[in-house]
């Protein structure tokens, strides 16, 4: 498979489960994103990994946990959500973070539902 | 602050036309801009960007952008439109403190037969 892969691509899950969304990436790419898509919204960048290392989290509350074991796989560990957490979720990954501005390229989404 | 605008929600077109979605910016320094479209239940895709050199830039499927410094404005272009460009379009800024996207809302171009 190549490019970015997400799974699942929809989740509906009720405010106390406990869910993870999947991100692999086949472009060996280093550095790897976390967006949240609503509807005419900008995207809202959540997290950043550059060579598995945490280096942005824009303020996003604790119900949402990211992890990177590797370059090539991110996970985003949902647990407690709120009804207004409903969105699209994407996944990133460009060559690197920082310098010359490389392009991010995207999974197709996790269309999350809280009920 | 570091800002994009796209001023448009909408752009309706006819097939055929030429086509242009709209997007300002405010950066301190140099601006890197993109263009992203997203079709239907797919992720972003990148199209074109600007760092430096020739202001008409060109991208994939056709479409081209000009960078105008003066009036900090980065405008998504097509000479002729087709039905199968329709979906939402993207412009970003870099920001220049952590090297991250800005981004816009998102414009709908919809071109009609």
């Known amino acids: ?115 | 602050a570091q800002s994009v605008a796209q001023p448009e929600d909408q752009v309706n077109v006819a097939e055929g036309n030429p086509l242009t979605v709209k997007c300002t910016y405010s950066v301190s320094g140099n601006p890197y801009l993109f263009w992203y479209v997203q079709y239907p239940n797919r992720g972003l895709q990148f199209l074109l960007k600007y760092i430096t050199g020739d202001n008409l830039v060109k991208g994939s499927y056709g479409f081209e952008a000009e960078f105008n410094k003066s009036q900090t404005s980065f405008h998504l272009k097509k000479p002729s439109a087709l039905v199968s460009d329709s979906a939402l379009y993207f412009c970003a800024v870099r920001d220049d403190s952590n090297y991250q996207l800005i981004w816009g809302a998102g414009t709908k171009l919809i071109i009609k037969p």
Do not use: I
Not at chain 1, 3 to 14: A, K, S
């Open chain 1, 1 to 115: 498979e190549t490019g970015v892969t997400q799974t699942p691509r929809h989740l509906v899950m009720g405010m106390t489960n406990k869910k993870s969304l999947k991100c692999e990436q086949h472009l060996g790419h280093n550095a790897m994103y976390w967006y949240k898509q609503s509807a005419k919204k900008p995207l809202e960048l959540m997290f950043v990994y550059n060579f598995k290392e945490q280096t942005e989290n824009n303020s996003v509350p604790s119900r949402f946990s990211p992890e990177c074991p590797n370059s090539s796989h991110l996970f985003l560990h949902l647990h407690t959500l709120q009804p207004e957490d409903s969105a699209l979720y994407l996944c990133a990954s460009s060559q690197a973070t920082t310098g010359v501005s490389y392009e991010q390229y995207f999974g197709p989404g996790t269309r999350l539902t809280v009920t």
